[in-house]
């Protein structure tokens, strides 16, 4: 039953990620794309089972906006083309605290 829930939430959180992430790319693409900050980030990996980071990934990609471009040889990082990010850390962080976060829950 705790497993099923677990990804019950991994589920609400990446619809609620998909909806927020749809809503800022149509704000980007119809807006000044002079005003996009694109990013190649790196993004350090706490999940370490394979199914985990390939989860992550997934969702990230899945996600508007975001690209998931390669996972380094150890593992330990994945890197990401962000569409608009600013704030490279605050991107990251919010990556960690909702995807990965959900992601570690169900296969850590």
Not at 61 to 68: E, I, N, R, V
Not at 74 to 97: C, E, F, N
Request: net charge positive; hydrophobic share 45%.
């Amino acid at each position: 039953m705790r497993r099923a829930l677990a990804w019950i939430r991994v589920g609400v959180t990446f619809v609620a990620e998909l909806s927020k992430s749809t809503w800022a790319t149509i704000r980007a693409v119809l807006g000044d794309p002079g005003r996009l900050r694109p990013a190649i980030l790196t993004v350090p990996l706490d999940v370490r089972s394979p199914g985990g980071t390939v989860l992550f990934a997934d969702m990230v990609t899945l996600t508007p906006g975001t690209t998931s471009l390669e996972v380094s040889a150890d593992g330990r990082t994945l890197y990401v083309h962000a569409l608009d990010a600013p704030d490279r850390q605050a991107a990251i962080a919010g990556m960690k605290s909702t995807l990965e976060a959900r992601a570690r829950e169900v296969l850590p």
